[in-house]
């Protein structure tokens, strides 16, 4: 099973955002789930976490206040609602789940990963 994130392309500063992540098959079956994302060259980086329950949510500082994790089980959706976006925010976005109980924010505590998708934003 990966994951299919999708939403992305390219908007002005200040735009919003929905990048929808859905499984290749079957459905969403995790402990938590987590958006990150990568500009070349540079490491990947943590954006935001949620438990299954959605009780539990975890957000990087750099997006705090603009960014929000949700999920859909009628939909078989994980999303993530970018707001009020900016130049810096501009990488490819990765979605991806654990079924581990203990997590981090660390990419290597996902083990299910999506193909990324794009987003540019314009100043």
């Known amino acids: 099973v990966q994951l299919q994130a999708s939403g992305g392309g390219l908007v002005q500063a200040g735009d919003s955002l929905r990048l929808p992540c859905q499984p290749s098959e079957g459905p969403l079956d995790y402990v938590a789930t987590a958006w990150f994302r990568q500009v070349p060259g540079k490491e990947r980086e943590f954006v935001a976490s949620?438990?299954?329950?959605?009780?539990?949510?975890n957000y990087a500082n750099s997006v705090k206040g603009r960014f929000t994790i949700s999920r859909s089980i009628a939909k078989n959706t994980v999303y993530l609602q970018m707001d009020s976006l900016k130049p810096e925010d501009t990488a490819i976005y990765y979605c991806?789940?654990?079924?581990?109980?203990?997590?981090?924010?660390?990419?290597?505590?996902?083990?299910?990963w999506g193909q990324g998708t794009k987003v540019t934003v314009s100043s």
């Open positions: 991806a789940t654990t079924r581990e109980r203990f997590y981090t924010n660390s990419p290597a505590d996902f083990n299910v």
């Open positions: 949620m438990n299954w329950r959605g009780s539990t949510k």
